[in-house]
């Protein structure tokens, strides 16, 4: 199936800092998204972009399919933020299949 | 809210009983997706329902079954639980399987 690599797996922050996410798939995907898991363990939708770019507050995304990869950027982060941030891929080569990579653990400390 | 309904939100079962896991999708949305979270095998794919048909299977269980009713609601069924069955488990809704996807806020399986 499809490979789907996120870096780092651990990241921490002060407050007020800004980051980036990154998720690297191995096939052509038609649907990517980026999810938050907060510490409740409830998925959060932040975007859907299989490809582009597209921003949301202090949140934004960047999907260039061709190079297979996908970026989220944090600007400005809050102790809210803390989290697992998972990337979600699906390719129609792989049969559909919604596939998760194994996350970016985020910490951020006031 | 994301608009997808699990149920129950937790629940406490011994091995080798079986349960059921509720899942309503968003109002609209024809494709179920279910998932299973442990700690040490992050988000596991199981399986996925579109209108009433299964779509795509990954890597669930022969103990483990899955429908999807007419009225889209879908139930995973989990039998002859064992311990490592411990785990977070999601439902997922979307309009398609191309479109952006919903998930419910889980149900927590704890086999003792």
């Known amino acids: 199936g499809i490979q789907v690599e996120q870096s780092p797996p651990d990241l921490i922050l002060q407050e007020g800092a800004n980051s980036t996410l990154r998720c690297n798939f191995s096939?052509?995907?038609?649907?990517l998204q980026w999810f938050h898991q907060n510490p409740w363990g409830q998925l959060i939708n932040l975007f859907y972009i299989p490809s582009g770019t597209k921003q949301n507050g202090r949140l934004s995304a960047t999907t260039v399919a061709t190079e297979r990869y996908s970026l989220l950027y944090i600007s400005s982060s809050q102790t809210t933020d803390s989290g697992v941030y998972f990337c979600a891929v699906e390719a129609p080569s792989d049969g559909n299949q919604f596939y998760f990579g194994t996350g970016t653990s985020l910490t951020v400390i006031p | 809210d994301s608009g997808v309904t699990q149920t129950p939100k937790h629940l406490i079962t011994a091995t080798g009983q079986r349960v059921t896991l509720r899942c309503s999708p968003r109002s609209g949305d024809l494709s179920v997706y279910w998932y299973q979270q442990s700690l040490d095998q992050g988000l596991q794919f199981l399986i996925q329902y579109y209108n009433g048909e299964e779509r795509a299977k990954g890597n669930i269980l022969e103990r483990f079954s899955a429908q999807q009713f007419p009225d889209l609601h879908s139930e995973l069924n989990l039998s002859s639980l064992e311990l490592g069955d411990s785990a977070l488990y999601f439902c997922a809704s979307s309009v398609s399987s191309v479109t952006e996807a919903f998930f419910g806020q889980g149900t927590r399986l704890t086999v003792v």
């Open positions: 096939d052509s995907v038609n649907n």
